[in-house]
């Protein structure tokens, strides 16, 4: 019997799908390559907790970490395998047991399954975005969160967060609700594992990349309106930029410019599927991130634009500043002259501003996975000692 057990319902049905992995997924992904030699896999298939075999579990986390064509069918022989001696089983040995991507927490029947194993849960709290800005995401979505936050409280015997600024909100929230908390460990997350980039630039104009999803809280649309400000004021002087990220929701304004804004034709580029590769050489050969976003839990494209020696110009959030002190651009997200000025600014080819972050960024040190995991070893081993 292996130590722990791994919730990967989320990653199973969204690779199974096709799409391409969030900075959640990645997280994810993460734990898998990290506790899957002494871990097996539990997927959730219609309303049933289906523990995996340890063959089926090394399967299944080695289909995650490097999919393949068959995977669907793997994952499908898998469960058939393992439902019918698993169905209805209470899990009654006492192992951790991991959610790193908040997956099912909102339901009540997780909690109360949970309560009646001996699985000791940890898990991992990305941010409390929903709760604390529901103004940016999809209706009901705050009250969804809540309900994985409770669960967190209720059933955790121990909480992950990715930042001091998460923990302090996840701190906040557990005394507003009046409940205790549960031991917890701060553990930065380290940049995604990209692969080396073309040497080449991948446009001939100086440009800039955004990255993330897009929706309302990253501020797409400020950016937008501003592009459109240089492309009339400059013409073909000024700078292009990349879009990298899936389209998201409630964006119906940022895609109304996107597809039918005539001016950014040749100047703004929208990339929804890119792959990792391409990830690397968009980033590598630009003048900056730009990461204007008006809330984050994380920020997991500084980290990356930053490893990869990528000058940031970036929100001024506490999160922002906890991963990488005084080396970005700090900019408020409504301040649009301000970002227009340090655009023209860093589209020169010898930008002062540019040289002066690059410098700022020697000797920088991004977290990494290994000092990630020493804290949840950590946290792992203060719950083996404490008395229940």
């Known amino acids: 019997m292996r130590e722990s057990l791994i919730d990967v319902t989320r990653l199973v049905d969204r690779t199974m799908q ?15 390559r990290y506790f899957g030699h002494r871990a097996t896999a539990l997927v959730r298939f219609s ?55 908040h997956s099912g927490l909102e339901r009540a029947h997780y909690a109360q399954f949970l309560q009646r194993s001996a699985l000791k849960p940890l898990y991992f709290v990305h941010d409390l975005i929903p709760v604390t800005h529901p103004e940016y995401c999809r209706p009901g979505e705050a009250e969804r969160h809540r309900l994985r936050m409770d669960t967190m409280l209720s059933t955790g015997q ?14 906040a929230y557990a005394q507003a609700s009046a409940r205790p908390m549960p031991e917890t460990a701060v553990a930065l997350l380290a940049p995604a594992r990209l692969p080396e980039p073309v040497a080449a630039p991948l446009l001939d104009a100086p440009y800039f990349v955004m990255l993330g999803t897009i929706e309302p809280r990253k501020n797409h649309w400020l950016l937008l309106q501003l592009w459109r400000q240089l492309i009339e004021r400059l013409g073909d002087a000024a700078p292009r930029l990349v879009i990298i990220g899936q389209r998201g929701w409630e964006c119906e304004n940022v895609v109304d410019l996107l597809e039918r804004c005539e001016t950014l034709n040749g100047f703004v580029f929208e990339q929804p599927a890119c792959n990792d590769s391409e990830l690397a050489s968009w980033l590598r050969h630009s003048r900056a991130l730009l990461f204007p976003s008006f809330a984050e839990g994380y920020g997991m494209p500084l ?61 920088c040190e991004m977290p990494t996975w290994g000092a990630h995991f020493q804290q949840v070893e950590a946290l792992m081993e203060r719950l083996r000692d404490k008395k229940h």
Request: hydrophobic share 45%; with cysteine.
């Open 303 to 363: 980290a990356e634009a930053l490893a990869m020696e990528v000058p940031v110009i970036a929100s001024d959030l506490p999160v922002f500043r906890e991963i990488a002190g005084d080396i970005p651009e700090y900019v408020d997200p409504l301040d649009g002259q301000r970002w227009r000025d340090l655009v023209i600014e860093y589209a020169q080819p010898q930008s002062p501003m540019r040289q002066r972050q690059c410098q700022r960024m020697a000797g």
């Open 47 to 101: 309303g049933q907790w289906i523990g995996l075999s340890l063959a089926d579990s090394e399967r299944v986390f080695d289909g995650l970490l490097s999919p393949a064509d068959n995977f669907n069918s793997l994952v499908r022989r898998a469960v058939v395998r393992s439902f019918l001696g698993r169905v209805g089983r209470r899990f009654s040995d006492s192992r951790f047991f991991f959610n790193t991507g």
């Open 158 to 171: 121990g909480v992950i967060a990715n930042s001091a600024a998460t923990l302090a909100e996840f701190a």
């Open 18 to 32: 096709g799409r391409l992995p969030t900075g959640v997924d990645r997280v994810s992904l993460e734990y898998i």
